[in-house]
Nanobody, 124 residues
Framework: QVQLVESGGGLVQPGGSLRLSCAAS????????MSWYRQAPGKERVLVAA????????NYADSVKARFTISRDNASNTVYLQMNSLKREERAVYYC?????????????????WGQGTQVTVSS
């Protein structure tokens, strides 16, 4: 029932920008932190950015600091990733994720949910 649907990926030249979106449903969006991960060809999936449930705090991988911005709109159940000055090595499938309690009232047991991903290709 939890659904995360990423969009906004595509082909961009090095130094260009993209804005990814993730539409969430099936849970109380405003209660949970959201994250973006990416997986480049032949590499492990890694954390890119995270944002608290209210949007009052964010965290970024060192490699994307000052270039990427994660944000959220709780009114529309959407989390965004603004990516500027993109590099060739940042070609990857980008995923939106959330960790949810397995059962209401049992917050210590959580499961990760993932969207289908959106492809970002950085190439000239």
């Amino acid at each position: 029932q939890v659904q995360l649907v990423e969009s906004g990926g595509g082909l961009v030249q090095p130094g260009g920008s993209l804005r990814l979106s993730c539409a969430a449903s099936g849970f109380t969006f405003s209660s949970y932190a959201m994250s973006w991960y990416r997986q480049a060809p032949g590499k492990e999936r890694v954390l890119v950015a995270a944002i608290t449930n209210t949007g009052d705090s964010t965290n970024y991988a060192d490699s994307v600091k000052a270039r990427f911005t994660i944000s959220r709109d709780n009114a529309s159940n959407t989390v965004y990733l603004q990516m500027n000055s993109l590099k060739r090595e940042e070609r990857a499938v980008y995923y939106c994720t959330v960790r949810l309690p397995r059962r209401v009232g049992v917050p210590t047991i959580r499961d990760s949910y993932w969207g289908q991903g959106t492809q970002v290709t950085v190439s000239s």
